[in-house]
């Protein structure tokens, strides 16, 4: 609206002033194309829309592969837990003479035989159904791990996004301005031929111009590193533009309070204690003594016969006062550790929300008095200057002055919803589904 007001205003002034001059109608039909021009060399962005940007990161993070594979290690690692070990195989020759008539004979002694057996140990059966729970609880720390590494991926890669989306949106509020500022000094001239400007004003638009010039190269840096940023997470896509309006992110507040246990960070910590638990219960097991069993076969010669030996083994934990007591004392402490850091981490991480749902309330309120107090008294004082300019009571720098005011608090406004949107998807991927 401003931009047609100005173009408008300046076109009339120079039409009526110069008489209509051929000079001044191409001088308005340049500045035309040439804003055509400018609006239109963005085409050839490809535009990456809010969600395809998050899919984009979680193909082709490498972080989440690393955690995929993790998880799927553990799952199939729950396999071989609390299994026997495998048995072993015993061959060898037993009671074999080395000395005396019957040395180095094979079969002139009674005893001598070769011998094969097979030996299996066997934990007890509450150290097996511990080390199954361990792996149950590795698995699923693993897994929470990798829940937690998405939300992670989706939150950088939503703020990537967000932060290329409004840059860009900031500058394409900047050309505007650009614009504006080229169809003033192309009918500046006529204007100041005819006397209804001076000199002055065409150097002070000038200088604007310069200014101009400084202010976007600032602008268009803060959109290649946003770019850049995005590219992190998209991959190199050639000319990538987050033009999409961005979805709704606000979080249920209510909800998201009332789901804290879910955050990213805590939902490790009670797979970890069910795996310190189970920990603590093998070590108590092992009070208890693990045994074994053998069967042999033993060939002699066929004048004495083949024998068959059978054997069981039993461990005794003779010492547990300076064996095991110890080991079931340090994993008790284990997990007393962990359910204090735990503790400790749910108190640190509802501060650290509550401070964010804090700030989001105070942006929120903040952008409401820009877009319905502070926008509009800067564009109405932008007219209300342009008027004055028109009736000569004000002058030009005035009028720069508040066309300038006006494109700062659009900036502005822009500036404050990337605030509020990037708080809420900060809120939105905290919580685990």
């Known amino acids: 609206m401003w931009s047609a007001i100005m173009a408008i205003f300046f076109w009339a002034g120079s039409w009526s002033r110069s008489g209509g001059t051929g000079a001044t109608c191409r001088r308005i039909r340049k500045a035309v194309i040439a804003a055509g021009l400018l609006a239109g060399a963005a085409v050839h962005a490809a535009p990456v829309t809010f969600e395809q940007a998050l899919l984009l990161a979680e193909q082709r993070s490498a972080a989440l592969t690393a955690r995929q594979a993790a998880a799927e290690g553990a799952q199939q690692a729950r396999t071989a837990a609390g299994r026997l070990p495998d048995p072993k195989l015993a061959v060898g020759i037993e009671n074999f003479p080395i000395s005396g008539r019957e040395r180095f004979s094979w079969n002139r002694e009674s005893m001598t035989m070769r011998r094969v057996g097979v030996m299996q140990d ?71 031929a005819s006397g209804a400007a001076t000199p002055g004003d065409a150097l002070m638009v000038r200088q604007e111009a310069l200014e101009l010039a400084d202010r976007r190269d600032e602008l268009q840096a803060g959109v290649e590193q946003a770019r850049v940023q995005l590219r992190r997470w998209t991959g190199d896509q050639p000319e990538l533009s987050a033009e999409a309006e961005p979805p709704p992110l606000r979080p249920d507040l209510a909800r998201l309070l009332g789901g804290l246990d879910r955050h990213a960070e805590l939902l490790a910590f009670n797979p970890m204690l069910a795996m310190a638990r189970a920990d603590l219960s093998e070590a108590e ?4 003594g693990d045994w074994g069993w053998e069967v042999a076969y033993g060939n002699r010669a066929r004048s004495f016969g083949d024998m068959v030996s059978f054997q069981l083994t039993f461990e005794l934990p003779v010492s547990r006062a300076t064996r095991q007591e110890p080991v079931v004392a340090s994993r008790r402490k284990d997990v007393e550790r962990l359910e204090a850091e735990r503790e400790d981490a749910l108190r640190r991480i509802r501060a650290e929300v509550d401070t964010q749902v804090a700030e989001l309330q105070r942006l929120e309120r903040v952008l409401q008095r820009q877009l319905t107090a502070t926008q509009p008294l800067a564009r109405e004082r932008a007219q209300v200057t342009l008027a004055s300019y028109q009736s000569g009571r004000a002058d030009l720098g005035a009028v720069l002055t508040a066309r300038k005011s006006a494109a700062e608090a659009q900036l502005r406004g822009l500036d404050l919803q990337a605030q509020v949107l990037a708080q809420q998807a900060r809120l939105a991927y905290l919580i685990a589904e």
């Open 285 to 288: 097991a092992m009070r208890q």
């Open 122 to 192: 066997v934990p007890n059966a509450a150290k097996r159904a511990a080390q199954r729970d361990a792996a149950d609880a590795k698995a699923e720390r693993e897994h929470a791990m990798l829940e937690a590494e998405r939300l992670a991926v989706r939150r950088e890669a939503a703020l990537a996004w967000l932060a290329l989306h409004f840059a860009e949106q900031k500058l394409n509020v900047f050309a505007t301005l650009e614009q504006e500022n080229r169809l003033l000094q192309d009918t500046l001239s006529a204007r100041v």
